[in-house]
């Protein structure tokens, strides 16, 4: 028997459908049913590698562990990765396929379709339910007859559809009216109810709204849920970052993460926060005198080390690690740490060059093969600096990146297992010192024993009192946000909705 479906589509990008997903997940996990999240189409610069080896993004690999079930690619089989305002890098099933402007996509992304259906097919038939996630709106009117994210996948799956809009950014109720007064007839017949996400104050005031919404569009309010800071689950959007609200706890090391304008995989320093102060900066002024500076992943790596030299902060960084402060690179930060950046194909950038900040003995060469990999690595590192007594400390994470570096310095790991096959190969630097380091292997900070140790190694650099380091309990964080999604969404009526009832019907 083919599984359940529900999908959650929103009036637009970042409304919380995939924080709705992995609510869902865990409830449906905790009441006994074989559950697993589905995303068609995901536009993200967050992502993860499968056991398969191969990347989709980073939220369905979320939802998936919050469902208790290992990520796969059928989760998400088309990925588009930005890597400038007008291209990205299309991904299908796992795997790199080409890069595309959006004309382009356009023109042929219909063909996809198969590959989707098939996906969504094998999840149904392993799984009791399947919930899925839609993207942006479903009432892009210059989009509706080429998406392959929302109510065609609806359709495909004969899902029903709970919208959701965000109160905090203003006009929900229009944005929700409009959204389906927008949508064609039979589409709109889908949509079985709302939810209202972000909310703050006082819920009383808000009732003479929800009434009108349930009067004028004949379908149910399902639930208010409230503003949630400090979740403790990676977001897929960088608006994340824009509404992020830092809290500077006295006594913790200061950790500065450069907020590239392309950056990606930026839940890699989750775990980071639960015992330093974590700042994401774009200026000089903002940088200040870090504790640790933080070089992220990239899709744009050329482009945002450029962006690095215009606005001084490579030249900062360079003062400041010349002086001895600690900093890391990962992934396409890395790469930047060294001497030069070289795309000959032109695999990511239109340019073929660019100067790197010179503080490892590297240069990194853009090839036309990707490398996704899940990767078990060792500490092999000299014994200084910020890897201090940690020869031998075993790690585990992903790769995803097109650059291949080589370098004069000391290597940071030996990888010795990369997608469950046994291997050796050296991967990442650090200088002499080992203040300044870099690594490809993202979900560094995940280990904890490594990120302990290497933070004992910080406060010793910097001289500042040391921290107790707990990992972050991801596991602890979903079952508060199913609790808190119980508390405010009324869950019989989702199930009835799952199942097929009369709940939600009616309405045009």
Do not use: W
């Amino acid at each position: 028997m083919m599984a359940g479906t529900l999908m959650i589509q929103g009036t637009a990008s970042s409304v919380g459908k995939s924080i709705m997903v992995t609510a869902l997940c865990r409830i449906l996990r905790q009441d006994g049913y074989r559950v697993a999240p589905f995303k068609a189409q995901n536009m993200a610069l967050n992502s993860f590698v499968t056991a398969e080896g191969g990347e989709i993004g980073r939220s369905q690999a979320i939802q998936a562990e919050a469902a208790g079930i290992p990520p796969s690619i059928h989760m998400n089989p088309v990925l588009l990765k930005p890597q400038s305002d007008a291209t990205s890098q299309v991904i299908v099933l796992g795997k790199a396929q080409m890069v595309s402007d959006a004309a382009a996509y356009y023109r042929d992304n219909l063909k996809l379709l198969p590959v989707i259906e098939k996906s969504l097919s094998t999840l149904r038939n392993q799984y009791d339910i399947v919930i899925i996630e839609g993207a942006g709106s479903p009432a892009e009117v210059n989009l509706m007859d080429k998406e392959i994210a929302n109510m065609r996948i609806a359709e495909l799956a004969r899902a029903p559809v709970v919208l959701v809009g965000d109160i905090d950014r203003g006009g929900v109720f229009a944005s929700i009216v409009g959204t389906l007064q927008l949508l064609p007839l039979k589409q709109r017949r889908l949509v079985k109810g709302f939810i209202i996400n972000k909310f703050r104050g006082d819920i009383s005031l808000l009732q003479p709204g929800l009434q009108f919404l349930e009067k004028r569009c004949r379908r149910p309010v399902l639930g208010v849920l409230p503003y949630m800071r400090a979740i403790g689950i990676a977001q897929e959007d960088s608006v994340f970052l824009d509404e992020r609200h830092h809290i500077n706890r006295r006594g913790r090391p200061d950790i500065a993460i450069i907020r590239l304008p392309h950056i990606a995989c930026y839940d890699d320093f989750d775990p980071l926060e639960t015992s330093c102060n974590v700042r994401y900066i774009s200026t000089v002024a903002e940088l200040g005198n870090p504790d640790l500076i933080i070089l992220p992943g990239s899709k744009s790596t050329i482009n945002d080390v450029g962006f690095l030299h215009r606005s001084g902060l490579a030249s900062n960084i360079i003062e400041q690690a010349r002086a001895g402060a600690p900093v890391i690179g990962i992934c396409a930060g890395y790469q930047m740490l060294g001497r030069k950046i070289l795309d000959p194909c032109q695999a990511e950038s239109e340019l073929t060059e660019a100067a790197g900040l010179g503080l490892l003995d590297m240069q990194t060469v853009f090839e036309s093969v990707k490398v996704t990999a899940r990767v078990k690595a060792r500490v092999v590192a000299a014994d200084a600096g910020l890897f201090k007594d940690m020869h031998g400390v075993e790690v585990t994470g992903y790769e995803i990146h097109m650059g291949k570096g080589v370098h004069h310095n000391k290597s940071l790991f030996n990888v010795m297992s990369s997608n469950n096959s046994r291997i050796h190969y050296s991967e990442g630097a650090m200088n002499k010192p080992g203040t300044v380091a870099g690594t490809h292997i993202h979900g560094l900070f995940d280990n904890e024993d490594f990120t302990r140790r290497l933070l004992h190694n910080l406060c010793s650099l910097r001289n500042i009192p040391q921290v107790e380091h707990s990992a972050l309990n991801r596991e602890k964080a979903y079952d508060e946000l199913a609790l808190t999604f119980r508390q405010n969404i009324d869950m019989p009526k989702i199930y009835a909705i799952i199942t097929g009832g009369t709940h939600g019907r009616a309405g045009l």
